[in-house]
T-cell receptor
Framework: NAGVTQTPKFRILKIGQSMTLQCTQD?????MYWYRQDPGMGLKLIYY???????DKGEVPNGYNVSRSTTEDFPLRLELAAPSQTSVYFC????????????FGQGTRLTVV | AQTVTQSQPEMSVQEAETVTLSCTYD???????LFWYKQPPSRQMILVIR??????QNATENRFSVNFQKAAKSFSLKISDSQLGDAAMYFCAYRGTGNQFYFGTGTSLTVIP
């Protein structure tokens, strides 16, 4: 059982370039999340989804876009990369609301130069 | 939005000793869940323990236990018989009636041999 899989694990991007961070889960979870982790700042929610076709903004959505066409996949798109988007990105999923835990991917370290 | 505060950026403990990591949160909800996650150098986020706000009994998982004080909005993690493998970043998280997880800024735990 693979759980939550993120690709790539590392990426260097030039300012102004675009890229998509891939996230897929094989647990049939309805809830999926994208977080960014910066030193001393904890995890900040970028976008989340409660099911296929439904997405919503989190705390720091500017500069990012998402889509959720299937239950399994929740890609995060970065348009016009900026140095402020240098971070570690985590995708997570949860089977339901309230007490169900979040399962995390291994993260993507993105550097924008 | 809910806020989760971890006031100890760094902690250290001697191997085999006990350490307590602090977490406070702010909420007006009465029904919610609290979690502690461990993030070792591998970056993988691992659930350590969870607590339901309606349960008076403090959760315990082997060497990990919590001290949940609902009135004080406090949720500390106690690690007993600390081991070298416990060295990691620890995150406190809150999940209420909404769909989001809210994370603290983390506590970096060093275990001294």
């Amino acid at each position: 059982n693979a759980g939550v899989t993120q690709t790539p694990k590392f990426r260097i991007l030039k300012i102004g370039q675009s890229m998509t961070l891939q996230c897929t889960q094989d647990m049939n979870h309805n809830y999926m999340y994208w977080y960014r982790q910066d030193p001393g700042m904890g995890l900040k929610l970028i976008y989340y989804s409660v099911g296929a076709g439904i997405t919503d903004k989190g705390e720091v959505p500017n500069g990012y876009n998402v889509s959720r066409s299937t239950t399994e996949d929740f890609p995060l798109r970065l348009e016009l990369a900026a140095p402020s988007q240098t971070s570690v990105y985590f995708c997570a999923s949860s089977s339901g609301p309230r007490g169900t835990e979040a399962f995390f991917g291994q993260g993507t370290r993105l550097t924008v130069v | 939005a809910q806020t989760v505060t971890q006031s100890q950026p760094e902690m250290s403990v001697q191997e085999a000793e006990t350490v307590t990591l602090s977490c406070t949160y702010d909420t007006s909800e009465s029904d919610y869940y609290l979690f502690w996650y461990k993030q070792p150098p591998s970056r993988q986020m691992i659930l350590v323990i969870r607590q339901e706000a309606y349960k008076q009994q403090n959760a315990t998982e082997n060497r990990f236990s919590v001290n949940f004080q609902k009135a004080a909005k406090s949720f500390s993690l106690k690690i007993s018989d600390s081991q070298l493998g416990d060295a990691a970043m620890y995150f406190c998280a809150y999940r209420g009636t909404g769909n989001q997880f809210y994370f603290g800024t983390g506590t970096s735990l060093t275990v001294i041999p």
